[in-house]
């Protein structure tokens, strides 16, 4: 089995631009974040870090403030960066191909949106044969208001890691998934 630790659309958007994540605390996901790739380097598991890319609209604009890494995961080593356009990481992308060139068996999830780009790149990645690993306090979304209702952060987030976990993914915690490698 050999692992790739994919870091999703960590970017300055969900920190001080038009979608705050809200939960789990935006410092503690990104310091689990930074932890999950320090141990990834010194295990040689292969990081990818997955970046979202808009052509048009307010967010992730490209080339805008809110479209860079944020500055803690700019600065720090990985292997690979990817864009994307939409909420799969599969989608358009190398990322299959890479992780297809580098043996991996098995992806950690960690990144925003839970409900959107980490809960579909899991699902998918599930349907084409990889075991995942979904990081419950590494991950993180907004509070939702539309047509439809409203929910919390925190209610949006463990529903949908209940989903994840009935067959998608494994879901653990960044200190569990330490423990284990």
């Known amino acids: 089995m050999r692992k790739a630790l994919l870091i999703i659309d960590v970017q300055n958007e969900y920190f001080t631009g038009h979608l705050p994540v809200t939960y789990p605390a935006p410092e503690k996901s990104l310091s689990h974040m930074l932890e999950l790739m320090r141990r990834a380097q010194a295990l040689q ?13 307010e967010t992730f604009l490209y080339q805008t403030q809110g479209w ?16 994307k356009t939409k909420p799969s990481s599969f989608y358009a992308t190398a990322l299959n191909d890479i992780l297809e ?22 699902r998918e990645a599930f349907h084409r044969g990889y075991g995942v690993e979904f990081l419950s306090d590494a991950t993180g979304t907004i509070d939702i208001h539309n047509d439809i209702g409203t929910i919390s952060s925190r209610d949006l987030h463990h529903a949908t890691l209940m989903a994840q976990s009935l067959r998608f993914s494994r879901i653990l915690s960044t200190e569990k998934w330490l423990a284990e490698n």
Do not use: F, N
């Open 45 to 57: 598991i292969p990081i990818i870090v997955i970046q979202h890319t808009a052509r048009t609209g």
């Open 68 to 83: 860079q890494l944020h500055p803690e995961i700019a600065k720090m080593p990985y292997d690979y960066l990817i864009e």
């Open 101 to 122: 060139q580098e043996g991996i068996s098995d992806l950690v999830i960690a990144g925003y949106m839970t409900q959107m780009c980490c809960d579909t790149t899991a």
